[in-house]
């Protein structure tokens, strides 16, 4: 068990039925937190994250919400107050990319990946400030960016557009949100070991190249980035803001494509 520096806060983290958000949720709850454990469309996989919670003697209500679509993220941030009476820190965590070649991409693929990865963030924060801001308390907001905020990722160019995006939202909220006590930073992980990367970690001719990208030598993992989002989470991360936690074994800065 963990030093629950998180001790009477609430936490709401999108897109956490599997995964890094999972995975993030039950450490918050580890460190003491109550969350609020958001899905799309794995309600199941909602269902564990709550039961991993509640394993720990901590709280969770599971609230189904597609953060692209603004009547949805409003019930989403409301759940806190009405089940805990607050809400301390907001991890943006649900994404997604599609992959394809710039000239062959598609706007509906174009559209998912901007609206879930951009606008989702940009208006689920919206609905936390608002009520931070009305109930006059401080607050932590936590964006699960990427490497690709800054890494080329050929045929991925909606994917790094997002997080490009989102990297210059976090900076410019960082600046506009400090004097309500509100910090704002991303988390950038690099090549994580998640369910999502399955074919990959079983196919020794893609995984190798990659390791070899790393300069640590293997890939991440969930309480990697689980672990700084505790910090910045805490009290110790309050005079934090506006900056991205790269988290990725140094491959941002050994990265060539082959």
Not at 54 to 76: F, H, M, N, Y
Not at 134 to 161: D, L, Q, W
Not at 171 to 187: K, M, Q, S
Not at 198 to 214: E, F
Request: hydrophobic share 45%; aromatic share 6%; net charge negative.
């Amino acid at each position: 068990m963990s030093d629950q520096r998180l001790a009477g806060k609430v936490a709401i983290v999108t897109g956490c039925s599997s995964g890094i958000g999972q995975g993030i949720a039950v450490r918050l709850a580890k460190d003491g937190a109550d969350i609020v454990v958001n899905y799309h469309s794995d309600q199941a996989g909602g269902e564990a994250t709550k039961a991993q919670i509640e394993a720990l003697g901590r709280k969770a209500v599971v609230i189904g919400a597609d953060v692209s679509k603004l009547p949805e993220i409003q019930p989403l941030i409301d759940a806190a107050w009405s089940n805990f009476g607050r809400a301390d820190i907001l991890v943006n965590n649900a994404g997604v990319e599609k992959g394809a070649n710039f000239w062959e991409a598609n706007e509906a693929d174009y559209d998912l990946v901007l609206q879930v990865n951009l606008k989702g963030p940009y208006f689920t924060t919206q609905a936390f400030v608002k009520k931070l801001i009305e109930t006059k308390m401080p607050g932590r907001v936590i964006n699960i960016s990427s490497v690709h905020e800054e890494m080329v990722f050929p045929h991925f160019a909606s994917y790094c557009a997002s997080k490009g995006g989102l990297m210059m939202l976090m900076r410019d909220l960082a600046v506009e949100l400090g004097p309500f006590g509100i910090t704002v930073n991303n988390i950038a992980p690099g090549a994580i070991a998640t369910p999502i990367n399955k074919s990959l970690l079983n196919d020794r001719s893609k995984l190798d190249p990659l390791l070899r990208n790393i300069p640590l030598g293997r890939m991440g993992t969930v309480d990697d980035v689980s672990a700084v989002a505790a910090f910045l989470a805490s009290d110790e991360a309050s005079y934090v803001t506006g900056s991205t936690y790269v988290v990725d074994g140094g491959l941002m800065r050994n990265y060539k494509e082959q």
